[in-house]
């Protein structure tokens, strides 16, 4: 899957940044997200009993993108630094400037389980902005390409730290860090600017 | 990989931990077990309701009792990652003797013999719930539930047993 990326980050002419992201490639700007990701679901951020309550139901994505507008945020790990202190804070503090945008859901999305990823949204008072989904088998993430092994940090296959512009399920902007631990492209401030 | 029993002797590993300063260790289990009376406990997940509020504070609360019975250490053991379980830890703030180690890609729980696929649920391969005695090594207990349940694998077992 070698799709050249255009990255519109803010300002900046994006030629070092594209040539990584080739050698990578990461799901473009343009593709289908839910083609991109055929059969998969992801998990909604719930408590234990909610998940039994639901028979532990799973959201398709196109549940998720299809008539919305929705941006999405992947990042490594809940309970993480830049995670917890700059990422979510970013578009928790931006949801009323994102909503005049016409954006119908914020999500977030990481590779941890739904009960863990409830846990933590609920201790950053996030929930009412912001929809939380649990990639927990990295099948979300395997398929955009956008997965990392952080297993040295004994996390695992994670996620790379990115932002999306999604519209009807098309990608219309896609921001990848160059490393999960930046915190440069993929907030909230920089997507404002590509709705 | 059969599970673990008793008159085996505990594998050595690496688990990840958050010690007292915050700062990130990898921790090998011989390191902590070895020439010590250790209790091993383990749990399908973090943040999950029997977990958080059956098996861990039932360790937590009777962790002073261990000890007087001569435990030195009270391991708890769950496949997650270290700063899940430095998050977890931290809605303890009673807990002054259970270190909460993580085994973040399931390769100890696996070394026990004693992983369980919760992927319908969201969880992926995680371990069953346990609890184990430990003298230098050599299991003397081993309690492993079958299923979610919480039966024998509490803190009042492991106290009958020493």
């Known amino acids: 899957m070698a799709s050249a990326l255009v990255r519109r980050a803010r300002g900046s002419a994006a030629a070092a940044p594209a040539l990584w992201a080739a050698a990578r490639g990461i799901a473009s700007v343009g593709s289908d997200i839910v083609s991109a990701a055929p059969g998969v679901s992801l998990q909604k951020a719930r408590s234990w009993d909610e998940g039994v309550a639901t028979k532990f139901s799973t959201t398709p994505l196109k549940d998720i993108f299809h008539g919305k507008k929705v941006v999405i945020f992947g990042l490594p790990g809940a309970y993480t630094g830049v995670c917890s202190q700059a990422h979510v804070p970013s578009y928790k503090n931006n949801i009323d400037k994102l909503k005049e945008k016409g954006i119908d859901s914020v999500i977030c999305v990481s590779i941890n389980d739904p009960y863990v990823l409830n846990g933590w949204a609920e201790k950053l008072q996030a929930k009412d902005a912001i929809e939380f989904y649990g990639d927990f088998d990295g099948s979300f993430h395997k398929n955009l390409d956008l997965e990392i092994d952080l297993s040295a940090a004994l996390l695992g296959h994670r996620s790379h730290r990115w932002s999306a512009f999604v519209d009807n399920g098309k990608i219309k902007a896609l921001n990848v860090e160059k490393a999960p631990s930046e915190f440069k492209v993929s907030g909230a401030e920089v997507i404002l600017d590509q709705i | ?162």
């Open chain 2, 1 to 162: 990989m059969a599970p673990i029993g008793v008159g085996d002797t505990l594998p050595d590993g690496q688990l990840g931990w958050f010690d007292a300063d915050d700062k990130l260790q990898q921790v090998s289990v011989h390191g902590l077990a070895a020439i010590k009376k250790v209790v091993l406990f383990g749990v399908p997940g973090a943040f999950t309701p029997t977990c958080s509020n059956q098996h861990v504070p039932g360790f937590i609360n009777q962790a002073e009792q261990l000890k007087a019975k001569g435990v030195d250490e009270i391991l708890l053991v769950s496949v997650n990652d270290p700063f899940v379980m430095k998050a977890w830890a931290k809605t303890y703030p009673e807990n002054n003797h259970v270190k909460f180690l993580a085994d973040g890609l399931g390769t100890y729980t696996k070394a026990l013999g004693l992983e369980l696929d919760l992927s319908e649920k969201g969880l992926g391969i995680r371990s069953r719930r346990f609890a184990l005695l430990a003298d230098n090594l050599k299991v003397s207990v081993a309690n492993i539930e079958e299923g979610g349940q919480f039966t024998i694998s509490g803190a009042e077992e492991i106290l009958k047993a020493l």
